[in-house]
């Protein structure tokens, strides 16, 4: 077959409190994040929003250990899944690539030319397809092929998303399980699903399939899991004063403490390696509105990190890539709904219904929260979250 090998995506996250505000920077530089109507205003606006949320990030990163673990687990994952692989008598070599800070994306492309690498699997570590994540790299992914001529010879294939994978949701069963044993009543513990939130424009005016698959993913893995108990699906993570998918996690904690519900088993369904939004914001910020509702036995599933099974899972899936028919760039971007994504309309801008497909609403309230503050100082960033 020739050289193999794997592109492991990721967002990537600051190794130390160092890096909080360069990664910071990096996000709000990305025109995906923010749509501004003159280029040169997007670094200055970036340098703007980093350096007021750098010391508020810091202090989250301080309480898990002063940065995040994501490159360091998501390395191991390849080390791990190279092994499995090379047991199944496929050889390949792995590289990873994180979308907004070491190793870039940019980074692992160039080794991957370097090392004359004929086949490509292309696999995003989000088993659900989001325009805001999995989306992302492959847009970039799609414009670093268009430039670069060295990447033209290479036969690469893509995996969209992987959530349906039997092995995937057999880890996630024997995970939650082995938490459940840990109560004295295990089939009496509610198991509360939270994934990370999208502003539910994605899903309505873009056509996301990320809330279609998160549900169905949800119903998959408690039918793995054959167990009696009851179950409920939230969203985490929302920013701003927008609509986001529904129920948010913190409410729903509170409506089940409400209803007398005192055992509880958190599952991250849309993470699979620990980062600042399983160890802070579920293990500490959840946990304490959990145990403010009344919910004092609260326990968390940890992320599949390196576990065999998904390890298992994450070979099959390249292995059937491989045999499989090549899916391109190009087929992995596009939505059902026929929305223009990408490249971005030179002129479309502000709070229009174009804009707000992709970006969001908080995104276009971005720019103009920050002429207001600018003229005004009435500190209107503060108002609608950019700046917490």
Not at 81 to 107: C, D, F, S
């Amino acid at each position: 077959m020739g050289r193999v090998g794997v592109l492991l995506l990721n967002l990537g996250g600051p190794d130390k409190l160092e890096d909080v505000g360069p990664f910071l920077y990096n996000l709000f530089s990305d025109p995906e994040i923010i749509r501004l109507p003159f280029r040169w205003l997007q670094k200055p606006l970036a340098w703007f929003i980093a350096e007021r949320r750098t010391r508020t990030s810091q202090e989250n990163y301080k309480q898990i250990g002063g940065g995040s673990p994501l490159r360091r687990i998501t390395e191991e994952q390849g080390e791990a899944l190279k092994e499995q692989l090379g047991y199944l008598g496929q050889e390949a070599k792995i590289y990873v690539g994180m979308r907004y800070w070491h190793p870039y994306t940019e980074e692992a492309i160039a080794q991957i030319t370097q090392d004359n690498i004929e086949h490509l699997v292309i696999l995003p570590l989000y088993p659900q397809f989001s325009i805001s994540t999995s989306g992302s790299s492959f847009r970039l992914l799609e414009k670093l092929w268009q430039e670069d001529p060295k990447l033209q010879p290479i036969d690469y294939t893509v995996i969209p998303s992987w959530y349906k994978e039997p092995g995937y949701l057999q880890a996630m069963a024997e995970l939650i399980a082995q938490e459940l044993k840990q109560f004295s009543n295990p089939d009496e513990v509610h198991i509360f699903f939270s994934a990370h939130g999208v502003p539910k424009s994605y899903v309505e005016e873009a056509g996301d399939p990320y809330q279609q698959e998160i549900e169905e993913c949800t119903a998959l893995i408690m039918q793995t899991l054959n167990r009696p108990n009851a179950h409920t699906l939230a969203y985490q993570s929302r920013v701003g004063p927008v609509e986001w998918l529904q129920p948010y996690t913190e409410d729903a904690l509170k409506e089940l403490g409400a209803k007398g519900v005192k055992d509880l088993v958190v599952v991250p369904i849309s993470f699979v390696s620990e980062h600042i939004e399983t160890l802070q914001e579920i293990d500490i910020e959840y946990r304490e509105v959990a145990e403010e509702a009344g919910i004092h036995n609260f326990r968390r599933v940890p992320a599949p990190n390196t576990h065999p099974v998904f390890i298992n899972a994450l070979a099959d899936l390249v292995i059937d890539a491989l045999k499989n028919p090549s899916f391109k760039l190009s087929q992995a971007a596009q939505m059902k709904k026929r929305v223009k994504m990408y490249p971005q309309e030179r002129w479309e801008w502000g709070l229009t219904t174009s804009a707000e497909v992709w970006n969001g609403r908080i995104a276009m309230l971005g720019f103009i929260a920050l002429i207001i503050e600018l003229i005004t100082g009435h500190g209107f960033l503060h108002m609608i979250g950019l700046l917490q």
